[in-house]
């Protein structure tokens, strides 16, 4: 079948939403997203959105220097403050369409601290800020005439005058081969314009924050036609997430540091114990690595706790927080107390026994400042009427290391800057008559008879992304993890070139790709930086 469209949106995220629901007073919208509408990274986001709202206590410049030193000064100077100077406004409609960040008493916006910023400056919704940006942006959009969500639709590839041989100079996306998850079929739809906003590829790792959805779907078909990537080898490990058999990665979020949580080993715990003393600080670990101790920045906690767990042998840190208030404990992180209490953890009793686990692509497709998808073979140039927005995209904005809660506001900013941008293809609309898109053969391919293969294929590759190329590095490991992936790539390459298409196989064909492309980066980066840490640079360094 073959559908046109204004506008069509992969993803329906905090990025992809915020599009859609603006670019619906301009044209048809319709928005493809691979699992239900409001399945997503940002609707698990717990601690909230960065944005200079009290100007009496903070100032863009605070914001901006500590977005850069987070980023170790590798952050494009121009996007930080663009992102951070129009942050308010893109807030504001936030608050505009219900969602209802927490005030104090006295009507301000209880601002919340989190690692690496100097200023208490994350707007909240209890510890669910994502769930309700989430659940304001999929009303909102339901509720507009001219916006249609299509659920279990999955976008396979997407399809460039290039690819189609209809143009060799420039390059113009034309839309994407959308599978129907329940009938199995594909559709061609052809766009004026393609916003991917598929968000990003935990899911690589083991052990990950991000729901089944991250698979790097947007990396990966942005790469295969010809768009390039940037940063990838900046992945970021969230240092915080619940210990427990499962390993289910449930995320403590930063803010409970941010409100006074504290990082102990095992044995600090003890010695602090045995000390009578009433400061817990005093034997944290992470006053040994850092001077804002437990508070420092993700890329310095989280390797802090590796290196720990590597000394000692223990299979998880602690974050104590029995010297806070109990009931501001419960108020303040009401999701977290009841899902640790549903692990036998009741926070407000007991120090939650914490692990790094996946958390954050930095790098992804690189794009302008207009969110404009940039050439791999010319970098000068961007491919037309396709955009990358949200955690898919590399913007700049964060250098080497994401400073915390400033995704889901790069996602609103970036947004809008795509939408007002892309306004132009509107006067200039795809003259390709519908009947000439190609249709997707499906009768050549054979049906699967072993898909427990693909399963394995993708527990492998997460183990193996865990083991080789996680938050510590090495030139053997990387080799080692390249070496396999190569066997891996062949293999998924087989079965999608020959057997009729699934989800399973859709998302590994990604996953393989992105995986590799982590590798390949990681082996090209010469110098530790921020998120980066391959101990072969360190001997080289010293
Ligand atoms: P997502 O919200 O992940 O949405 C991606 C969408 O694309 C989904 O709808 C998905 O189904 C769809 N999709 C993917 N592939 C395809 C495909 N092939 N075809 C069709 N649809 C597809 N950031 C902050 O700033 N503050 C926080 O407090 C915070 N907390 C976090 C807590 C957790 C547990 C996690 C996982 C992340 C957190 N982050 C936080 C990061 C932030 O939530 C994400 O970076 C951000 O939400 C990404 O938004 P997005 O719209 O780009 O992608
Ligand atoms: C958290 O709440 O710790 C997550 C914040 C983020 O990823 O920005």
């Not at 990537?229 to 427990?244: A, G, M, N, S, W």
Request: glycine residues 8%.
């Amino acid at each position: 079948m073959r559908r046109r469209t204004g506008f069509l949106v992969i993803g329906s995220g905090i990025a992809g939403l915020s599009f859609a629901l603006k670019a619906g007073n301009h044209g048809k919208v319709t928005v493809v997203t691979k699992k239900s509408s409001v399945e997503s990274s940002t609707n698990y986001a717990q601690g909230g959105i960065a944005t200079v709202m009290d100007v009496e206590h903070d100032s863009f410049e605070s914001h901006i220097k500590d977005t850069l030193e987070a980023g170790a000064y590798l952050n494009d100077l121009d996007v930080v403050e663009t992102v951070v100077r129009e942050a308010p406004d893109r807030v504001k409609e936030l608050i505009d369409i219900g969602v209802e960040f927490e005030k104090t008493e006295n009507g301000s916006f209880d601002l919340a601290m989190e690692g690496g910023h100097h200023q208490r400056r994350i707007l909240h919704v209890a510890d669910l800020t994502g769930a309700a940006i989430e659940r304001a942006l999929v009303n909102a959009c339901e509720k507009h005439p001219n916006v249609t969500i299509i659920e279990n639709a999955m976008s396979i590839d997407l399809i460039t005058t290039r690819k189609l041989r209809l143009s060799l100079e420039e390059d113009e996306c034309l839309g994407a081969y959308i599978f129907d998850k329940k009938s199995g079929k594909i559709s061609t739809y052809l766009a004026n314009v393609t916003v991917l906003a598929t968000g990003g590829c935990g899911q690589i790792y083991l052990y990950t924050t991000n729901p089944s959805i991250s698979t790097g779907d947007g990396i990966a078909m942005a790469y295969r036609i010809g768009a390039k990537v940037r940063d990838l080898e900046f992945v970021q490990f969230h240092p915080t997430t619940l210990y427990d058999q499962e390993r289910v990665a449930f995320l403590i979020s930063e803010a409970v540091r941010g409100e006074g949580g504290i990082l102990m080993t095992i044995s600090n715990y003890e010695e602090f114990l045995e000390s009578g003393e009433d400061d817990p600080e005093k034997f944290s670990f992470m006053k040994d690595y850092d001077e804002r101790g437990s508070l420092a920045t993700r890329d310095v906690v989280a390797r802090a706790i590796d290196r720990e767990l590597k000394k000692s042998g223990d299979r998880y840190v602690y974050l104590y927080l029995l010297h806070l208030d109990k009931e501001h404990v419960k108020e303040r992180f009401p999701h977290i107390y009841n899902t640790c209490l549903k692990y036998g953890v009741d926070i407000t009793k007991q120090p939650i026994p914490v692990v790094p686990a996946a958390h954050y692509m930095v790098g992804g497709v690189a794009v302008n400042k207009n969110g404009q998808v940039i050439r791999r073979d010319d970098p000068n140039h961007v491919i037309n009427r396709l955009y990358a927005i949200g955690e898919v995209a590399c913007t700049g904005l964060h250098g080497a290391n994401r400073l915390a809660s400033n995704s889901l506001l790069e996602s609103v900013v970036f947004a809008h800057r795509s939408y007002l941008d892309s306004l132009k293809y509107l006067e200039n609309p795809v003259e390709i008559p519908l009947e000439e898109m190609p249709l997707w053969d499906a009768s050549k391919y054979k049906p699967i008879d072993e898909k427990v293969l693909l399963k394995h294929d993708f527990d492998e590759i997460r183990r193996l992304m865990w083991v080789y190329v996680g938050i510590v590095r090495s030139g053997l490991r990387l080799q080692r993890a390249i070496r396999r992936l190569n066997l891996l790539e062949e293999d998924i390459s087989h079965y999608y070139w020959n057997y009729i298409l699934n989800e399973d196989l859709i998302e590994l064909r990604n996953v393989i790709l992105v995986a590799r492309l982590i590798v390949e980066a990681s082996i090209q980066r010469k110098q530790n930086i921020g998120l980066f840490y391959n101990i072969d640079n360190e001997k080289r360094e010293k």
